[in-house]
Nanobody
């Protein structure tokens, strides 16, 4: 059974920094991609950033230059370093992983974390 365990959210003043972590626990054979999404009150969930197994990354336009996604393959953990935070970054942040949990690595499944609250005060 695979679980995504998130940590690192909290309350920070505008201009501050936070680092989110998400570890894929359980039986993980390979990870295709890991991503961070966020959902603000009254808004749809949106993709913030992703990192593929080849190291390729992409970011939502409003976070480019401020957020950095990285992955520790040995720990099956993805990080989101968030700098120069703004009040509009306030949201629940969710980790997502597309991974194989059996030796048949062509069978990839989607998993979600429980979400971690990030609040940026002005």
């Amino acid at each position: 059974q695979v679980q995504l365990v998130e940590s690192g959210g909290g309350l920070v003043q505008a201009g501050g920094s936070l680092r989110l972590s998400c570890e894929a626990t359980g039986t993980v054979f390979s990870i295709n991609k890991m991503s961070w999404y966020r959902q603000a009150p009254g808004k749809q969930r949106e993709l913030v950033a992703y990192i593929a197994n080849d190291g390729g990354t992409d970011y939502e336009e409003s976070v480019k230059g401020r957020f950095t996604i990285s992955m520790d393959n040995a720990k099956n953990t993805v990080y989101l370093q968030m700098n120069s935070l703004k009040p509009e970054d306030t949201a629940v942040y969710y980790c997502n992983a597309l991974l194989a949990n059996t030796i048949q690595v062509e069978r990839q499944y989607d998993y979600w974390g429980q979400g971690t609250q990030v609040t940026v005060s002005s």
